[in-house]
């Protein structure tokens, strides 16, 4: 597995560049999974649904199976959050990870930047950002620049540039 995060600024569009480089990514005949941090309090459960009556009960894990998918809740109630290293190590092997925030950790990421934000580029203080996808050209030193629509080019950056799963694993830490 070969991994590589893309980092940005909440509102940047680094949800819908992963929604253009996975299919492009699989086209190319790569398998492809995804790791995106949550800021805020999500859920993918709701009352009424049996999953929700096991979890709100007390139970520390719920799988919810079915012939097209199954799904692994893991209640936390008041364990520290998975770090990154935890969290690679549940998946399933595949050609590459793509992971979306976690812009502290030292894996190399693509800055995802929308210039309409008004937020500055983190690349200049981030030496782990090896290119820089954005919405109007910007003279980036060093670094290769797309615009945020090049699936194809921030694809080809992608496999370029992710690093094996055992190279990030041992520089994050336990």
């Known amino acids: 597995m070969r991994v590589i995060g893309l980092a940005g ?3 940047a569009g680094k949800t819908t560049l992963i929604s253009r480089l996975i299919p492009e990514l699989t086209r190319r005949g790569y398998s492809v999974s995804t790791i ?3 800021h805020h309090k999500f859920d ?7 999953s929700y009556v096991h979890r709100t009960s007390g139970a520390r894990e719920v799988l919810v199976a079915s012939g097209e998918r199954f799904a692994l ?4 109630r008041g364990a520290p959050e998975p770090d990154l290293k935890h969290l690679l190590g549940l998946l399933s092997p595949v050609d590459f990870v793509l992971v979306e925030g976690y812009k502290p950790e030292p894996l190399v990421k693509i800055e995802v930047h929308r210039t309409e934000n008004g937020k500055a580029f983190i690349y200049p203080d981030d030496p782990t950002v090896i290119g820089v996808a954005t919405d109007a050209p ?3 030193s060093g670094l290769p620049t797309f615009h945020l629509e ?3 080019k921030i694809a080809d950056c992608v496999e370029a540039h992710a690093i094996p799963v055992d190279r ?4 994050l830490s336990s």
């Open 9 to 11: 600024w909440s509102g």
């Open 36 to 38: 995106k941090h949550a």
């Open 44 to 50: 993918v459960d709701y009352p009424g649904k049996d």
């Open 73 to 76: 809740m893991h209640e936390l």
């Open 138 to 140: 910007h003279e980036v």
């Open 150 to 152: 090049d699936a194809v």
């Open 168 to 171: 990030l694993m041992s520089s």
